[in-house]
């Protein structure tokens, strides 16, 4: 059964550095999502993506975020210059028709 | 805006427990789409089902249910003779469709299941 993957499973940097998350969703899915979720807490939506421009981003997605689809498998969300408050559990999702998501099993970012 | 509440914390039972995790939900929306999602301790997030709101039927998958119910706004999760394999982390979410797609997650509830 296809499924999303995400690399690295753990990323540790140093406050200030900039990192990159990456993603490859399902194959013939077309929309894409990156949440967030800090330790213990609920899971938040950070930015939809849908042909190749964001649809929708919440107040968490601020200047420091960014998201790319830099070929036709990878969805990529970069950090600039890290915080200690980034520090969470970062899942990509990925779904055929804007409703159903299916998630990768996440990146777990600690910033030190 | 859209909102959800889990309000069970955490829940624990033995083994063969039945136990019914609660969702409340609002929204403003009169179509939307109603999630739950399991995070074991190992962190990744599973899809259970997903619920229309124009199909107020109860679905039943093997040991789980769910009791959709438009008028108390309200979608619980019940699961029948628990397992310890069902210690988790269950997130009810809410993702509307009048203009934001944003989904909104609940903030869990812990079910620990002792053998």
């Known amino acids: 059964e296809p499924e999303v993957t995400q690399t690295p499973s753990h990323q540790v940097t140093q406050m200030g550095q900039e990192v990159i998350l990456r993603c490859v969703p399902i194959?013939?899915?077309?929309?894409f999502y990156w949440y967030r979720q800090i330790l213990g807490q609920k899971v938040e939506f950070l930015v939809s993506?849908?042909?190749?421009?964001?649809?929708?981003k919440s107040e968490i997605f601020d200047d420091q975020f960014s998201v790319e689809r830099p070929d036709g498998s990878n969805f990529t969300l970069k950090i600039r210059s890290t915080k200690l408050e980034d520090s969470a559990m970062y899942f990509c999702?990925?779904?055929?028709?804007?409703?159903?998501?299916?998630f990768g099993p996440g990146t777990r970012l600690t910033v030190t | 805006a859209q909102k959800v509440t889990q309000a069970q914390t955490e829940i624990s039972v033995v083994e063969k427990e039945d136990v019914t995790l609660d969702c409340v939900y609002e929204?403003?929306?009169?179509?939307?789409?109603l999630f739950w999602y399991k995070q074991p301790p190992s962190g990744e997030l599973v899809f259970l089902i997903r619920?229309?709101?124009?199909?107020?039927q109860n679905e039943i998958s093997g040991r789980y249910s769910w009791n959709f119910q438009k008028s108390t706004s309200s979608f619980n999760f019940t699961i029948t003779a628990s397992q310890v394999v069902d210690s988790a982390v269950y997130f009810c979410?809410?993702?509307?469709?009048?203009?934001?797609?944003?989904?909104?997650f609940g903030r869990g509830t812990s079910l620990i299941v002792h053998p």
């Open positions: 619920r229309n709101s124009f199909d107020e």
């Open positions: 929204t403003r929306d009169t179509t939307y789409y």
């Open positions: 194959s013939n899915h077309l929309y």
């Open positions: 993506f849908y042909n190749n421009e964001i649809s929708e």
């Open positions: 979410a809410l993702r509307g469709s009048g203009g934001s797609y944003i989904p909104t």
């Open positions: 999702a990925s779904s055929p028709d804007w409703v159903e998501q299916y």
